[in-house]
């Protein structure tokens, strides 16, 4: 059965700081691997999707990487704002197209 | 594009009643949604994938005749949750995709249920 994990749970950090969020996941056979930000009380905001064939991808200030064999996924923030405070979610997509989420890792940006 | 609703976003009730959670695409047509619920600091745990037309496939310990799925449509899959106890109180988001081999899964805004 696929896990996944999601470190740190909690991070709080300074406006400006570049940061990453780490995902990893047990069972490396997966289609894609997805970030979603989740705000307190509302639904999922996707906002990256890497196929298994993909290393990374891109979306303004943030890059996702993925390394499959290893299990891994990276969320990097660039100069975080205030407005990037949310939980973040990973979720992985197995043979089926159900997700596997992650615990999520709760962000929070000092202004 | 790609939207999906979901109807009540929060809904109070008394133990022992029912509750009827709507989830609509409505911009596209959507041969499968997910149902998943998520308690309080937790991650979105699968309940159950509805496909339309066809029977819902639950995940293993979710209680198919009290979590009762419905997806009569390419446009609306409904979660009825019967004598809703406080246990059962959670948010349901439910997902949906566009159609078969498709990667994207599209997220409704939740539902908010408080068993009292």
């Known amino acids: 059965k696929q896990e996944v994990t999601q470190i740190p749970a909690a991070l709080s950090v300074p406006e400006g700081e570049n940061l990453v969020l780490n995902c990893s996941f047990t069972d490396s056979a997966i289609y894609n691997l997805q970030w979603f930000r989740q705000d307190p009380g509302k639904g999922l905001t996707s906002l990256l999707l890497i196929q298994s064939s993909q290393r990374e991808q891109t979306s303004g200030r943030l890059n996702a990487s993925l390394d499959k064999s290893s299990g891994r996924s990276t969320l990097y923030i660039a100069a975080s704002q205030p407005g990037d405070s949310a939980t973040y979610l990973c979720?992985?997509?197995?043979?089926?197209?159900?997700?596997?989420f992650g615990s999520g890792t709760r962000l929070q940006v000092q202004p | 594009g790609a939207v999906v609703s979901q109807h009540p976003s929060r809904v109070i009730c008394k133990s022992g009643t029912s509750v009827k959670i709507e989830c609509r695409s409505l911009?596209?047509?959507?041969?499968?949604m997910f149902w998943y619920r998520q308690f309080p600091k937790q991650s979105l745990m699968l309940m159950a994938t509805s496909n339309e037309g066809s029977k819902a496939t639950y995940e293993q310990g979710v209680e198919k005749d009290k979590f009762l799925i419905n997806h009569a449509s390419l446009t609306l899959s409904t979660l009825t949750v019967t004598s809703a106890h406080p246990e059962d109180s959670s948010f349901y988001i439910c997902?949906?995709?566009?159609?078969?081999?498709?990667?994207?899964?599209?997220f409704g805004p939740g539902t908010r249920l408080t068993v009292l």
């Open positions: 979720a992985v997509r197995g043979p089926g197209r159900a997700l596997t």
């Open positions: 997902s949906a995709s566009l159609g078969q081999g498709a990667d994207t899964q599209y």
């Open positions: 911009d596209f047509q959507a041969t499968t």
